[in-house]
């Protein structure tokens, strides 16, 4: 199992699953005395932990090192070499909202090419990351909402998985100018955007695409990770991915029949028509007049 719950006072956890490697913890410890909790959590996994009142020292290694969260504070934790089990132990009177999310289902909801950032962050997969920061007021609403809502227990799901999407919504709203690395992995989902950009506009001005190294600056992307992530998405590099793509604009618009050869050799950047059926035969292995007349 990828979370394991293990030797813990009883009452004090409660988890809901929002979804397939998504799940929200809340710690209750409403006695007078410190309780401790296991919780196995495998590499997977990024971790949101939001301090909603009282004090939790978070031990690691065996009790040989100790973080401190306090009330109206978070702590994000992510390791992709290590499991990073939560061995916590909560003070009296002390409430934990925990968000524990796979990195697969984090990138998701950030964008459509979830499966392909492994590679942009070519230069971060391997690194570790810790982040504390004190919670927002706005936040602390939704953190207090989760920890007290008094709904129907038939929604409680649909409640917690929009009350958990809000606040990770909250937890990453920034101004446009803040630094970047506050959240190390939307990195990746910036450059994904260069990447989907840049093919927006080879494919707009594929008739005179500008070069590989003018469409590095125009993106603001390095060359090679344009090259390389271009080719990791759209599984080709920059111009193999174009000239597909102009083969089959070619094609359609012969097909309509509005168009001659030479029409639609111009439309999609060859100046000559030799040229321009050289290149449609490499891709179909017959001439756009021998294509066109098997239409009829």
């Given at each position: ?66 973080l401190n969260l306090s009330e109206e504070n978070s702590l994000l934790l992510y390791n992709p070499q290590r499991d990073l089990p939560m061995n916590l132990e909560m003070k009296k009177d ?203």
């Amino acid at each position: 199992m990828e979370i394991e719950l293990k030797n813990n006072a009883l009452g004090i956890l409660e988890e809901t699953q929002i979804e397939e490697g998504f799940y929200i913890l809340k710690f209750q410890n409403e006695t007078l005395e410190s309780q401790k909790v296991v919780r196995e959590i495998d590499s997977n996994f990024i971790q949101f932990h939001f301090g909603v009142k009282g004090a939790v020292t978070f031990n690691f290694n065996n009790g040989s090192y100790a973080l401190n969260l306090s009330e109206e504070n978070s702590l994000l934790l992510y390791n992709p070499q290590r499991d990073l089990p939560m061995n916590l132990e909560m003070k009296k009177d002390s409430w934990l909202i925990t968000v524990l999310i796979s990195i697969k289902k984090f990138h998701s909801l950030f964008s459509k090419e979830a499966d392909y950032i492994p590679f942009l962050g070519e230069g971060n997969r391997d690194k570790k990351y810790y982040n504390d920061g004190s919670i927002s007021p706005s936040m602390a609403v939704v953190l207090n909402q989760m920890m007290n809502y008094s709904l129907h227990q038939s929604i409680k799901l649909l409640y917690f998985k929009g009350k958990a999407y809000e606040l990770l919504s909250l937890y990453f709203n920034r101004p446009e100018d803040a630094d970047i690395e506050q959240c190390p992995f939307l990195v990746d989902e910036e450059n994904v955007l260069k990447i989907k950009k840049a093919k927006e506009i080879i494919i707009a001005r594929m008739a005179e695409p500008p070069t590989l190294q003018e469409l590095s600056k125009e993106i603001g992307l390095p060359l090679k990770k344009l090259k390389d992530g271009f080719k990791q998405i759209y599984g080709e590099p920059v111009y193999a991915f174009l000239f597909d793509y102009k083969m089959e604009v070619a094609r359609q618009l012969l097909a309509t029949g509005s168009h001659n050869v030479n029409e639609v050799g111009l439309k999609v950047g060859y100046s000559t028509a030799s040229h321009f059926i050289a290149a449609f035969k490499k891709k179909f292995g017959t001439t756009p007049k021998k294509y066109v007349t098997s239409l009829s």
